[in-house]
């Protein structure tokens, strides 16, 4: 079994910021991408950032420029840096990760139960 355990979600005031963190644990062999999504009331979830085993990254176009991914791969860990915090990234963070158990099955996706993140204007 995986699991995605994240943390650092909270309040916040509008322009300041927030760290998330997610560590996968396990039985893992091999994670192809990890990454972050949030789903805001009423919305439905969306691609926030990602960053595959190459280190390539992947934002929003809504958070270009003032969130940054990163990952410590001996701690099978991503980060989220959030700065210039907006009230429109409101919203619950999920963390997603494309993980290969064992050497002779396929990657699957695992998700992390959700990290609350709200910014007051």
């Known amino acids: 079994q995986v699991q995605l355990v994240e943390s650092g979600g909270g309040l916040v005031q509008a322009g300041g910021s927030l760290r998330l963190s997610c560590a996968a644990s396990g039985m893992i062999v091999s994670i192809n991408t990890m990454g972050w999504y949030r789903q805001a009331p009423g919305a439905q979830r969306e691609l926030v950032a990602s960053?595959?085993?190459?280190?390539?990254?992947n934002y929003a176009d809504s958070v270009k420029g003032r969130f940054t991914i990163s990952k410590d791969n001996a701690k099978n860990t991503v980060y989220l840096q959030m700065n210039s915090l907006k009230p429109e990234d409101t919203a619950v963070f999920y963390c997603?990760?494309?993980?290969?158990?064992?050497?002779?099955?396929?990657?699957?996706?695992?998700w992390g139960q959700g990290t609350l993140v709200t910014v007051s204007a």
């Open positions: 960053i595959t085993s190459g280190d390539i990254t």
């Open positions: 997603h990760a494309n993980i290969k158990r064992l050497l002779w099955t396929p990657y699957v996706d695992v």
